[in-house]
């Protein structure tokens, strides 16, 4: 059974970074383009970054410039590095592979202004 392990979160002041980690167990990880989503309460699920199977990276406008994904194969990992962080960007992370439809557990992120 495939599973997803995300880590890395926590509570950092505005200003400030985290790196969150997604790692895959299993053999499908580099199959799947993946994306990092976050939810806070009582809003929808959206998606903040994505990373192909190839590098190619995109992003939600409000992390632009501030976010950086990226993966490494070897390791079953994606990451997602977080830069200037602001009470905005408070919710819970997930990360999903698209092509297997798949999403881990998720991890709190909380910025405090």
């Known amino acids: 059974q495939v599973q997803l392990v995300e880590s890395g979160g926590g509570l950092v002041q505005a200003g400030g970074s985290l790196r969150l980690s997604c790692t895959v167990s299993g053999s499908i990880f580099r199959f799947n383009n993946i994306g990092w989503y976050r939810q806070a309460p009582g809003k929808q699920r959206d998606l903040v970054a994505q990373v192909s199977t190839s590098g190619v990276t995109n992003y939600a406008d409000s992390v632009k410039g501030r976010f950086t994904i990226s993966r490494d194969n070897a390791k079953n990992t994606v990451y997602l590095q977080m830069n200037s962080l602001k009470a905005e960007d408070t919710a819970v992370y997930y990360c999903?592979?698209?092509?297997?439809?798949?999403w881990g557990q998720g991890t709190q992120v909380t910025v405090s202004s």
């Open positions: 999903h592979l698209e092509f297997h439809g798949l």
